[in-house]
C-alpha cells in the first residue's frame, strides 16, 4: 500500500519548535507535490505548505507564513516540516500528502496516499 509515514510530532511549550517528518512507503517523492496538512478536533482538514516536485515554488497558509518551512530532508523519500515560534492554535493532528498541483489556496483535492498523522500538541 502506497502511503506516507509521518513522524516528529510531540509537546511542545509556546514559542518552542518541532520538526516533522513525512516517508514515503514504497515510492519515492521527487516527482511529486507534496503537501503538509493538518486538523484540529472539531475542525475541517486545512492546508498548512506544499513544496513542488522540484523544489522551485513553496506556499504557506497565513497562519503559518513565516514560522513554518516546507523542504527535502535529502533523502529520495522524505519531505520535512520545520515549525517555529508554535502557538497552542498549532495544536492538531498533522499529516502529509501527495498533491496534484501545489499552488496557492492549498486544499485537501487531488491528494493522495495520505499517513495516519502525528499529533502535535503546543502548550504550557
Known amino acids: 500500500q502506497l502511503q506516507f509515514v509521518e513522524s516528529g510530532g510531540g509537546l511542545v511549550q509556546p514559542g518552542g519548535s518541532l520538526r516533522l517528518s513525512c516517508a514515503a512507503s514504497?515510492?519515492?517523492?521527487?516527482?511529486?507535490?507534496i503537501g503538509w496538512f493538518r486538523q484540529a478536533p472539531g475542525k475541517e482538514r486545512e492546508g498548512v505548505a506544499c513544496?513542488?516536485?522540484?523544489?522551485?515554488?513553496?506556499y504557506y497558509a497565513d497562519s503559518v507564513k513565516g514560522r513554518f518551512t516546507i523542504f527535502g530532508d535529502g533523502a529520495k523519500s522524505a519531505m520535512a516540516l520545520q515549525m517555529n515560534s508554535l502557538k497552542p492554535e498549532d495544536t492538531a493532528v498533522y499529516y502529509c500528502?501527495?498533491?496534484?498541483?501545489?499552488?496557492?489556496?492549498?486544499?485537501?483535492?487531488?491528494?493522495?496516499?495520505w499517513g495516519q498523522g502525528t499529533q502535535v500538541t503546543v502548550s504550557s
Open positions: 500528502a501527495a498533491m496534484n498541483l501545489c499552488r496557492v489556496g492549498i486544499t485537501t483535492t487531488g491528494t493522495h496516499y
Open positions: 514504497g515510492f519515492t517523492v521527487e516527482y511529486l507535490d
Open positions: 513544496i513542488s516536485s522540484a523544489g522551485g515554488r513553496t
